[in-house]
């Protein structure tokens, strides 16, 4: 039997490389990618935690959650298709229009 | 025994295929080892009886935006990215801030770990057997307006999208 402690574990791991992800890579499409694994360890945690308390309702969050990441990533890659139409690059720190 | 079998083989795929979606060059290794991951996160939710969300995790994520990112991958031009530096200078500031939040992190569940009930007293299997039924009747009743509020949502991102990527004329 696998304890609650072992499915934080996992989600803490796939969180953290989640963030390495995300602060390190130049690359859009991998950032956007990033946040899909980070959003994975949420829901992890919220099935094990239902689990644990036994009741359904952390299934609940974890679709709601799922259906944020869909509409995240619709719209952020809507965006990222405007931007290499525009400055022909995806790389994050090539993005400096509002720089000065 | 199998249940601990199952859960080592899903984790470890898990965190490997997530390590080598982060370090890999080609975007579009990247993607397919997101699709690994994904379907590893699918085999947890499964093993902790939560159906209904493996269903949709494999339909909605690795079947619906999956294909969405891979389209963008195509669509945006790849032979350039790909000779560039993949990682930023100050890569290991990240690194760093990753390993402080983890040590936070896992002191945190390491002392709140005597609060959880040990593995022998977790509830028995059985206690969220109808599982997907219970889903639909809470999304339903107690969570009708979150759940219209996230049609609203759905509605709203999918204009924008069309929005976003529409060609100026």
């Given at each position: 039997?696998?304890?609650?402690?072992?499915?934080?574990?996992?989600?803490?791991?796939?969180?953290?490389?989640?963030?390495?992800?995300?602060?390190?890579?130049?690359?859009?499409?991998?950032?956007?990618?990033?946040?899909?694994?980070?959003?994975?360890?949420?829901?992890?945690?919220?099935?094990?935690?239902?689990?644990?308390?036994?009741?359904?309702?952390?299934?609940?969050?974890?679709?709601?959650?799922?259906?944020?990441?869909?509409?995240?990533?619709?719209?952020?890659?809507?965006?990222?298709?405007?931007?290499?139409?525009?400055?022909?690059?995806?790389?994050?720190?090539?993005?400096?229009?509002?720089?000065? | 025994?199998?249940?601990?079998?199952?859960?080592?083989?899903?984790?470890?795929?898990?965190?490997?295929?997530?390590?080598?979606?982060?370090?890999r060059r080609?975007?579009?290794?990247?993607?397919?080892?997101?699709?690994?991951?994904?379907?590893?996160?699918?085999?947890?939710?499964?093993?902790?009886?939560?159906?209904?969300?493996?269903?949709?995790?494999?339909?909605?994520?690795?079947?619906?935006?999956?294909?969405?990112?891979?389209?963008?991958?195509?669509?945006?031009?790849?032979?350039?990215?790909?000779?560039?530096?993949?990682?930023?200078?100050?890569?290991?500031?990240?690194?760093?801030?990753?390993?402080?939040?983890?040590?936070?992190?896992?002191?945190?569940?390491y002392i709140?770990?005597?609060?959880?009930?040990?593995?022998?007293?977790?509830?028995?299997?059985?206690?969220?057997?109808?599982?997907?039924?219970?889903?639909?009747?809470?999304?339903?009743?107690?969570?009708?307006?979150?759940?219209?509020?996230?049609s609203v949502?759905?509605?709203?991102?999918?204009?924008?999208?069309?929005?976003?990527?529409?060609?100026?004329?």
């Amino acid at each position: 039997m696998i304890g609650t402690g072992h499915y934080l574990f996992l989600s803490l791991a796939l969180f953290l490389i989640g963030v390495v992800g995300v602060v390190t890579r130049r690359n859009v499409i991998i950032i956007l990618m990033s946040i899909e694994l980070i959003l994975n360890a949420v829901n992890i945690n919220l099935v094990a935690f239902s689990r644990l308390v036994g009741s359904v309702e952390g299934h609940v969050f974890a679709i709601f959650i799922i259906t944020d990441a869909a509409a995240e990533a619709a719209v952020g890659l809507g965006i990222i298709i405007a931007f290499f139409r525009n400055r022909e690059t995806v790389l994050a720190d090539e993005m400096d229009l509002l720089k000065w | 025994m199998l249940d601990r079998i199952v859960f080592d083989l899903f984790a470890g795929l898990a965190i490997l295929s997530a390590i080598l979606v982060v370090t890999r060059r080609n975007v579009i290794h990247s993607a397919i080892f997101l699709i690994t991951a994904l379907l590893a996160t699918a085999g947890i939710f499964l093993q902790l009886h939560a159906e209904f969300l493996f269903i949709v995790q494999i339909i909605l994520y690795v079947g619906g935006i999956m294909v969405l990112f891979v389209f963008v991958i195509m669509l945006v031009n790849l032979d350039v990215a790909l000779h560039q530096m993949q990682f930023r200078r100050q890569w290991w500031v990240g690194l760093l801030l990753a390993i402080a939040l983890g040590a936070e992190a896992t002191a945190a569940i390491y002392i709140g770990r005597l609060g959880l009930p040990g593995p022998e007293t977790a509830p028995p299997a059985s206690v969220l057997e109808p599982n997907t039924e219970l889903v639909g009747h809470a999304l339903f009743t107690g969570y009708m307006l979150p759940f219209e509020i996230a049609s609203v949502l759905l509605l709203v991102a999918m204009i924008g999208a069309v929005v976003m990527a529409k060609r100026r004329t």
